[in-house]
Structure formats: C-alpha cells, structure tokens
C-alpha cells in the first residue's frame, strides 16, 4: 500500500486551501519578481508547490540543494521536473575542499556522535549551499506546514527569515491529507521513498522509515532527542511576518491538523 492509499482524502475545506495557496503564491510572484525563488528539498509538499508553479505559469525560478549524501530516488526527481514541466532545478553542492577537511577531521558520520557534530555536518552541507543560493533573492517559496511539528506549529503564510528576505510558506495550513489528495489529483511525480513510510526525507544518513504512532519527523536523526532541525528553517516567524492571508479562515478544518501528526497504519490519519 503506497503512500496515496494511505493518506489521500479530500477533507472539508481543501478547496478553499488550495485557492489561498495559489493566491500567495501569486502574490509572491507580484510582489517580488525574479527575486523569489522555490527553495525546493524535492519533498512531497515541495513537489506539489512545484506543480503548482508550473501549472499557473508563474515567473519562479527553481533550486534545491545536492547535499552529497541524499538518496538516489531523491536526486531522480530533478530531471523528472524538468521532463514534466519544462522547468529548470538550479542545483547547489557544499564546497568540495569544505566537505574534504571536514570529513578529514570527523568522519564520514560523525553525526551519529552528537547534536554539534550533525549540525556542523549541516551546516557544511546544507546552510553554505543554501546561502550561496539565496544570495540576491528577495524571497523563497518553501513546503512548511503547520502540521508537521510542534516546532512549526504557527508557521505563518509569509514571515521574515532574519536575513533581510521573505519567506513564503504557501502550503501552512495544509494537512499532510491534503498534499497527498493534491498528488493523486494532479498525478504530481513523488519521491517512492515516501511510499516506504518516510514521510520526511532528508540525507541518507539522516533518515528512515517511521513506525505506527511515531511523529512524522522522528524518522529524521532519530538517535537525538532534539527539534529535528537541521538550521535551514530556524526562524519561523518575526516582525511584519504576518500578512491579511494569515487570518483564521472560518472553513472548517480537518480533524488531522493536530501538530505533531503521527502515523496511522490503518487510514494514514493522525493518531
């Protein structure tokens, strides 16, 4: 049973969901032009904000990060966006000579260690590449969701990143039913990876498949007892983060918008 058999349901006010989405996304897209760009982690919810882009036809450029130690399926997706939409994936890569000294001086796992050696492993691998490709942009497009933990449990719709530039959050009050009733809907290529119960999917390391009843994030550096993050969302909200599209909707919300959600074997729900 794949990952669509589970969780694919089209619950109250999805329709109302989607079109707010769309509408910050083409705000981002008036608002800063070919300064916003989709900061993609070919995620499931980032491959639907990648649809989305594609199927309105709006000017945002896409790029994501090649960390060195992601998983095969994962990288496929990137000649898949290009073949299905037309879209080019600027790739970013940590620095060769950084990544040489630092596995040098720690190992080809340190992270298994401690938090600090993980996050330094982070931070030579995902935060350097992450700032190369944020530099000159205004804004970036990410797949957050208010659901996904306690820790991004008030994700906003816009929010500033602490580093002068916007970051949009067009899917935050989606549902993780909502994402997957998007994809069966669109037929949106997905990571198959997902379909072996890896509903966050990071570094091969880093990364594995979650069992019934554990949150969604634990199967990420699941020997830590710590926020399962990683440093590239650290801020989630600041001054002037709101906007009117942060307003409560008075759609009703689904039952399975509790944060954190945990899997369900049976129906794919939270627990």
């Known amino acids: 049973m794949g990952a669509i058999d589970l969780y694919a349901r089209k619950t109250a006010g999805f329709d109302e969901r989607l079109a707010r989405t769309v509408e910050v996304l083409r705000q981002a897209a008036a608002d800063f032009g070919p300064g916003a760009l989709q900061s993609t982690s070919l995620g499931v919810e980032d491959m639907v904000i990648t649809d989305l882009i594609a199927r309105h036809q709006l ?33 970013f ?27 330094a492993c982070c931070g030579v691998r995902k935060l350097e590449p992450l700032a190369r490709m944020l530099t000159g942009r205004t804004a970036w497009i990410t797949g957050l969701r208010r659901e996904q933990s306690a820790n991004r449990a008030e994700v906003p719709f816009r929010e500033e990143d602490g580093q002068g530039r916007v970051k949009v959050n067009p899917l935050a009050e989606w549902t993780w039913a909502d994402v997957w009733h998007y994809v069966q809907a669109h037929d949106v290529p997905y990571n198959p990876l997902h379909d072996q119960f890896m509903p966050s999917i990071g570094c091969a390391p880093c990364t594995r498949a979650i ?35 942060d307003a409560p909707s008075s759609a009703p919300e689904s039952d399975s918008q509790a944060s954190p959600l945990t899997f369900n074997a049976t129906s794919g729900a939270s627990a």
């Open 59 to 91: 000017p945002i450029a896409l790029a994501t990060l090649d960390t060195g130690k992601l998983h095969a399926e994962t990288l496929a997706l990137i000649p898949r966006i290009q073949q299905r939409y037309g879209l080019e994936v600027e790739v």
């Open 93 to 119: 890569a940590p620095v060769n000579e950084q990544v040489v000294h630092f596995v040098r001086a720690n190992g080809e796992e340190p992270m298994y260690r401690s938090v600090e050696l993980r996050k």
């Open 211 to 245: 069992a019934v009843g554990e949150d969604f994030r634990s199967g990420r550096w699941w020997w830590e007892d710590s926020s399962k993050e990683c440093g590239l969302h650290a801020t989630h909200a600041g001054p002037g983060a709101t906007s009117s599209l």
